[in-house]
């Protein structure tokens, strides 16, 4: 059994302005609506690697769309548990670029000041639903590929290495993957 999950493609509003934070707050918010840019295509190698898998994807639009350009056709199924971590939106009086408001965001996150946003607990028990789906999923499909996003990828398959899967190949950045493997031979699902 197979798991690769794929970071999306570049988003068309991947640009890193300096900005307020209302400005990061409507970044985050164009963000999550984006689609990809028409510039930033799958490789080859991973589009016929992933040829033929069940396709699973987050629920916003750059994964999606990103399921469409790389498998050829719309997500098998779609979860919103699969989002990318909440990024919590700060009211502080600074006026830096998208990037610093990240790492600023994901660091509070990571400490646990994640004000209206989803914390960093609840954010771990969507990733570990999430797994439970995939896993239920692998005993009818053999290889399955999730369109999602960077931190929740690495979640994901930290939670799934928890669980005995093993990491065959990795790579980052957009389109970059996390091929995982359960060797574990199994025709039906336990009871």
């Given at each position: 059994?197979?798991?690769?999950?794929?970071?999306?493609?570049?988003?068309?509003?991947?640009?890193?302005?300096?900005?307020?934070?209302?400005?990061?707050?409507?970044?985050?918010?164009?963000?999550?609506?984006?689609?990809?840019?028409?510039?930033?295509?799958?490789?080859?190698?991973?589009?016929?690697?992933?040829?033929?898998?069940?396709?699973?994807?987050?629920?916003?639009?750059?994964a999606r769309h990103s399921t469409e350009l790389c498998?050829?056709?719309?997500?098998?199924?779609?979860?919103?548990?699969?989002?990318?971590?909440?990024?919590?939106?700060?009211?502080?009086?600074?006026?830096?670029?998208?990037d610093h408001w990240l790492i600023l965001s994901r660091?509070?996150?990571?400490?646990?000041?994640?004000?209206?946003?989803?914390?960093?607990?609840?954010?771990?028990?969507?990733?570990?639903?999430?797994?439970?789906?995939?896993?239920?999923?692998?005993?009818?499909?053999?290889?399955?590929?999730?369109?999602g996003h960077g931190l929740t990828n690495r979640f994901?398959?930290?939670?799934?290495?928890?669980?005995?899967?093993?990491?065959?190949?990795?790579?980052?950045?957009?389109?970059?993957?996390?091929?995982?493997?359960?060797?574990?031979?199994?025709?039906?699902?336990?009871?």
């Amino acid at each position: 059994m197979k798991i690769t999950l794929v970071r999306h493609g570049k988003p068309k509003a991947s640009v890193n302005p300096k900005v307020s934070a209302v400005g990061f707050a409507n970044w985050v918010r164009a963000y999550n609506r984006s689609l990809v840019i028409s510039s930033s295509k799958p490789s080859e190698e991973l589009c016929k690697r992933i040829n033929g898998s069940y396709t699973v994807s987050s629920d916003l639009n750059r994964a999606r769309h990103s399921t469409e350009l790389c498998a050829g056709k719309s997500p098998d199924l779609i979860l919103r548990e699969l989002r990318e971590m909440d990024i919590p939106r700060l009211k502080l009086p600074f006026f830096i670029s998208v990037d610093h408001w990240l790492i600023l965001s994901r660091i509070c996150w990571f400490l646990g000041i994640s004000g209206k946003s989803e914390s960093f607990k609840v954010g771990r028990q969507r990733i570990i639903s999430a797994v439970d789906l995939l896993v239920e999923q692998t005993y009818k499909n053999s290889h399955i590929t999730v369109f999602g996003h960077g931190l929740t990828n690495r979640f994901v398959a930290k939670e799934l290495k928890r669980r005995g899967w093993r990491i065959q190949q990795k790579s980052k950045g957009f389109w970059g993957t996390i091929e995982l493997v359960n060797i574990t031979i199994r025709t039906n699902k336990p009871e």
